[in-house]
């Protein structure tokens, strides 16, 4: 396994982990005074900032754009619905490629209002993927669909494995992948095989880290820090690396009472820390 604690270099900000009040200027300024070496943009940060400005700003810094948060979200009740999800979605590649992301992150949605059909979601997702694939090859963007935990089926993400994540990979072909959320996949009991069944195929496209607290309070914003909850992170480094990803942790922490209220370098030092003795 490479070796985490000489440098934070590995270490990759998602922007959520400051807090919605912090701006991306924030975020990029924190990962130079830590020595961060790696930044995730969510795309509200983008528009807050302007697209060029954003690029320009993370140029500047050196940092490495680890991915874009996110696309995604295209189950509708009808057409016009679908055709705006899809439309979305091409701008969230546009900004991808602007920004040279390692990958767009796809939050791929879940039921429509007042629906009860997830297999009809779950093929709308296919076909938004598809769509926005093919598009996404011809500005050379990268698409990582992020399985998220199952109580997430309803309301934001209804591809809750990575098995099922990649199946759907299967089908669609080149230039898709899987961000594997520690969050989000810990519990699977088929883990271990389906990273190295990613990383086989070569779709291993993001890892993102964050712990599992007991008790969650709010299973949206009550992410733990490295090290305070029950997930085995060194163990799933070893998986994620043994199956040849060589990218970056990237600390993805939705905290709205315990970390987002505190300073910006007091988050990002734990961060670091926690980096080297738990990730
Ligand atoms: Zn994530």
Request: glycine share 0%.
């Given at each position: 396994m490479r070796d985490l604690c000489a440098d934070a270099r590995l270490l990759s900000l998602n922007t959520a982990t400051l807090g919605p009040q912090r701006s991306l200027a924030d975020a990029v300024e924190g990962c130079l005074r830590h020595g961060i070496g790696g930044i995730s943009p969510w795309r509200d940060k983008i528009a807050a900032t302007g697209l060029e400005a954003a690029e320009k700003l993370i140029r500047r810094s050196g940092l490495i754009v680890t991915g874009v948060c996110r696309g995604g979200h295209?189950?509708?009740?009808?057409a016009d619905g679908r055709a705006r999800a899809l439309a979305d979605n091409r701008r969230a590649v546009d900004e991808a490629a602007t920004l040279g992301a390692a990958c767009l992150v796809m939050v791929v949605g879940g039921l429509p209002p007042g629906s009860k059909d997830l297999p009809g979601a779950r093929r709308q997702v296919e076909d938004g993927l598809a769509a926005t694939l093919e598009y996404a090859r011809t500005q050379g963007v990268r698409i990582a669909i992020e399985p998220l935990h199952p109580a997430y089926a309803a309301d934001r993400a209804c591809v809750n494995t990575l098995a099922q994540a990649l199946d759907i990979c299967d089908r669609l072909g080149e230039g898709i992948g899987v961000a594997v959320d520690a969050y989000h996949v810990w519990w699977d009991p088929d883990l271990a095989a389906q990273i190295a069944r990613a990383g086989k195929a070569g779709r291993l496209f993001a890892y993102h880290v964050c712990d599992w607290l007991v008790p969650t309070q709010d299973i949206l914003n009550d992410r733990g820090m490295m090290g305070d909850g029950v997930i085995d992170l060194r163990s799933l480094r070893g998986l994620m690396e043994d199956a040849g990803y060589d990218g970056f942790c990237e600390v993805e922490i939705f905290s709205a009472a315990t970390w987002w209220p505190r300073p910006v370098d007091a988050i990002l030092a734990t961060m670091v820390a926690r980096g080297r003795s738990c990730v």
């Open positions: 295209f189950p509708a009740a009808d």
